[in-house]
């Protein structure tokens, strides 16, 4: 009796910890540890011929490194603004080839075409194969994970979330939910499509500099994190 206590006991560990792995293994970034005072801007679902070009602009008189999370399709429209976003020490990274909501994919290759196919556009574009990926709408499921494990592809969510996609929220609105209590290793997830986080982005890098941070790509802030 007391040792089929025990064994059940022993066993209840084991499969809580089995557990409690596979969802660390499991999980996108949020906010990242760091001793560094390193924040990173992040912009998905471009390039665009538009805004992008404006941002690139800002960031290089303001000595601003930011991360664009971009689709196979934008690349395959404007490959010299994705070699520009490189040239400049940005990082490109991965946001899929058509911005699937991949766990509604029916199959794992549907999901693999998407990551895969985007990761060897951009290489092919740039000279430089993405170290880092964020799914479209955030969306993540075990067919997601098991592509994401094969190419070894950290996923990036964000700590800051400005919502910027919702045309209901305005200019003060993103600035104030992309700065308040802003801190080392927070990752803010912004749209370069929209006209207004553009419009508020010379303000917000003033803040974060005044804060004492400095803006890296998410690629330098999880090479800072504590191991
Ligand atoms: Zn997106």
Redesign the pocket.
């Known amino acids: 009796m007391h040792r089929t206590f025990i064994s059940c006991f022993v066993l209840l560990i084991g499969f809580a910890m089995t557990t409690a792995n596979a969802q660390s293994a499991h999980q996108p970034f949020g906010h990242i540890q760091t001793v560094k005072p390193y924040v990173a801007l992040t912009f998905?679902?471009g390039p665009d011929d538009k805004n992008v070009i404006k941002l690139l602009e800002l960031f290089k008189q303001e000595g601003v490194k930011a991360t664009f999370?971009v689709l196979g399709k934008n690349v395959k429209k404007f490959p010299q603004i994705t070699k520009r976003m490189a040239a400049e020490g940005h990082e490109v990274g991965n946001?899929s080839n058509t911005?699937a909501n991949l766990p509604k994919c029916e199959s794992v290759e549907k999901v693999r075409e998407e990551i895969v196919t985007n990761q060897t556009i951009i290489t092919d574009t740039i000279g430089i194969t993405p170290v880092t990926f964020r799914a479209?709408?955030l969306a993540h499921d075990e067919k997601v994970w098991t592509i994401l494990d094969e190419l070894k592809l950290p996923s990036i969510n964000a700590s800051k979330y400005t919502s910027d996609w919702d045309k209901n929220k305005d200019a003060a609105y993103i600035l104030e939910k992309a700065t308040e209590n802003i801190k080392a290793g927070d990752v803010i997830l912004m749209?370069s499509w929209r006209d207004e986080t553009l419009q508020v982005m010379p303000e917000m890098i003033k803040r974060i500099k005044a804060a004492g941070l400095e803006m890296v790509t998410v690629k330098t802030l999880l090479e800072s994190a504590k191991k």
């Open positions: 998905d679902d999370y946001h911005h479209p709408y749209h």
